[in-house]
C-alpha cells in the first residue's frame, strides 16, 4: 500500500516539475523519496488498513481485539508525536 501511495506522490512531483519545465524531472533526491514515504505512510495509509492486513495475513485473528478498540489505540499513539 504504501508503494502504491509513494508512486502517486512520485509522479505528481514529475507531473509538477515538467509543467515548471525543469530538465530531468523524473530525478529525485534522496530527501524527496523520503518526504514521499513519509507521508505516504503517515497520511495516507489509514489504521484499518493496517489492520485488515494483519488480518488478512493471519498475523493477528478477529477475535484477539474489536477492531474498533485497535483503532483507538493506534491513533493515541500518533497523538503522542
Not at 524531472?25 to 518526504?35: C, G, V
Request: charged fraction near 30%.
Amino acid at each position: 500500500v504504501v508503494k502504491i501511495y509513494y508512486r502517486r506522490h512520485f509522479y505528481s512531483s514529475i507531473l509538477e516539475s515538467y509543467e515548471k519545465g525543469e530538465i530531468n524531472p523524473e530525478k529525485i533526491n534522496i530527501l524527496d523519496a523520503i518526504h514521499f514515504i513519509n507521508v505516504g505512510w503517515n497520511i495516507d495509509v489509514k489504521p484499518t488498513t493496517i489492520a485488515n492486513c494483519f488480518q488478512h495475513c493471519k498475523i493477528r485473528s478477529e477475535e484477539d481485539m474489536p477492531l474498533e478498540q485497535e483503532i483507538g489505540d493506534i491513533e493515541g499513539i500518533h497523538k503522542l508525536k
